[in-house]
């Protein structure tokens, strides 16, 4: 079956603009997180939407926002860039059964570059 | 979520088992060890997960000891494509969280497998 599809792969944006991403899970998914990766700080949680409800939000301004359709395609937004929001953008999906082991799919990845 | 400790980095001899350590000295009952590795800038790759008992698939097996404080990701006949970072997580079970998407990415092993 088709894997966890993330677009744009790659784009570039200047400061202050805004940018979307989008993320669709695996089909039968129905929770959908995202991380932000930068050589700095590794791998980190920004958000988890299961049902078009947030679940969990990790530790980032408020520039940073998402939201879940009830098809269970995701979407982030980055409001009024910085040279520092630039990051590869990760997506994955899991079943969201509340029981045991939860294995996470990850897409390849949204190359965002902030000029 | 329990902690985990891996090296740095290691080299591995291609053809050769490449036994990766982890330590968790920490966890608790109801944690599960999950291993992803990532090649370079693509999205994180699941590998395998395991909760008291020694697991294996068609890419890894896991061993993890008997008082389950530390754990080991055994890739049996290493070859180039191997080469990556490897992460070690430890998360408890779903039911028990509301961070079902939330998982805890450390620095990880950077595996390199030479021919």
């Known amino acids: 079956k088709a894997g966890v599809t993330q677009t744009p792969r790659y784009l570039i944006k200047t400061r202050g603009q805004q940018v979307t991403l989008s993320c669709s899970p695996i089909s039968g998914h129905r929770s959908v997180s995202w991380y932000q990766q930068t050589p700095g700080q590794g791998l980190q949680f920004l958000f988890e939407?299961?049902?078009?409800?947030?679940?969990n939000k990790g530790n980032f301004p408020g520039r940073f926002s998402g939201r879940q359709f009830s098809n269970s395609r995701s979407e982030m937004n980055v409001s009024t860039l910085e040279l520092g929001d630039s990051a590869l953008y990760l997506c994955a999906s899991s079943l969201g059964q509340p029981s045991g082991a939860n294995v996470l799919t990850f897409g390849a990845g949204s190359r965002l570059t902030v000029l | 979520d329990a902690k985990t400790t891996q090296p740095t980095s290691m080299d591995c001899a291609e053809g050769r088992a490449a036994n990766l350590p982890c330590n968790h000295s920490t966890i608790s009952g109801n944690e599960y060890v999950y291993w992803y590795r990532q090649i370079h800038s693509q999205g994180p790759q699941y590998i395998i997960h395991?909760?008291?008992n020694n697991e294996t698939n068609e890419m890894a097996s896991l061993i993890i000891t008997e008082d389950r404080k530390s754990s080991t990701l055994i890739l049996p006949h290493a070859t180039l494509r191997d080469t990556a970072v490897y992460y070690c997580?430890?998360?408890?079970?779903?039911?028990?969280?509301?961070?079902?998407?939330?998982?805890?990415f450390g620095a990880g092993t950077q595996v390199v497998v030479t021919p």
């Open positions: 395991g909760l008291k």
């Open positions: 939407y299961f049902s078009e409800t947030q679940r």
């Open positions: 997580i430890v998360r408890v079970a779903m039911g028990t969280t509301d961070s079902w998407g939330k998982f805890q």
